[in-house]
């Protein structure tokens, strides 16, 4: 099947900072890709979804100016956590889709932890 | 909110069949079913999907039922590497939402 890969996988940062996490569909153009979050033992949660080229679009409770979304090519979308808080801690997630949306394919997760 | 629902775990004897239920009785007429697998700290692995006809490949059997509102997911011959939680999806406003999923034990 097709790649996505998510880096880093693991990241520590200090409150305050901000976090920039990337993904990248390997082999295929990705007209459309999403952003989940997971806590412990709970299901992936959709925060956001973006198309290349234009602004994201995000889930009811998701601070668009805390999570910034980039998705500037059809290969790479990025997701910035700004001022990053200990409640931030969580298991990002990304998926691809390509555009004959058959099925996603998701990141390996970053693992953010916020000190 | 997920339009699917799975019983929240079950249990399967190595070597034997899984059989992992899912309803989704609201599922629009060109709303695929996918089936997805998510081990341990890891991102979400795609197993398979189908429309209305039931569908096979390298690691399971989709059998969805004639009205559509429900499936069954079904791995062959179970191994501890299938132990995961298994979440069946529909595409909501061409979004993916997950719900809880079934948390699958393989027992040796």
């Known amino acids: 099947g097709a790649v996505v890969s998510q880096h880093p996988s693991r990241v520590i940062c200090k409150s305050g900072t901000s976090v920039k996490i990337e993904c990248r569909s390997l082999?295929?153009?990705?007209?459309?890709m999403f952003w989940y979050r997971q806590f412990p033992k709970q299901s992936l949660m959709l925060m956001a979804t973006s198309n290349e080229g234009s602004k994201a679009t995000y889930e009811q409770g998701v601070e668009k100016d805390k999570f910034l979304i980039n998705h500037a090519s059809l290969t790479l979308s990025t997701l910035t956590v700004t001022s990053a808080h200990p409640e931030d801690s969580s298991f990002y997630i990304c998926?691809?889709?390509?555009?004959?949306?058959?099925?996603?394919?998701f990141g390996q997760g970053t693992r953010l932890t916020v000190v | 909110d997920a339009k699917t629902t799975q019983p929240p775990s079950m249990d399967c004897a190595e070597g034997r069949a899984a059989n992992l239920p899912c309803n989704h009785s609201?599922?629009?007429?060109?709303?695929?079913v996918y089936w997805y697998r998510q081990i341990h700290s890891q991102g979400p692995q795609y197993i398979i999907h189908g429309l209305k006809n039931n569908e096979t490949n390298e690691m399971a059997s989709l059998i969805i039922t004639e009205d559509r509102k429900s499936s069954t997911l079904i791995l062959p011959h179970a191994t501890l590497r299938d132990t995961a939680v298994y979440y069946c999806?529909?595409?909501?406003?061409?979004?993916?939402?997950f719900g809880k999923g079934t948390r699958l034990h393989i027992l040796p």
């Open positions: 082999d295929f153009q990705a007209t459309t």
């Open positions: 998926s691809a889709m390509t555009g004959s949306r058959t099925e996603a394919f």
């Open positions: 999806i529909n595409e909501r406003d061409d979004k993916i939402i």
């Open positions: 609201t599922i629009s007429g060109n709303e695929y």
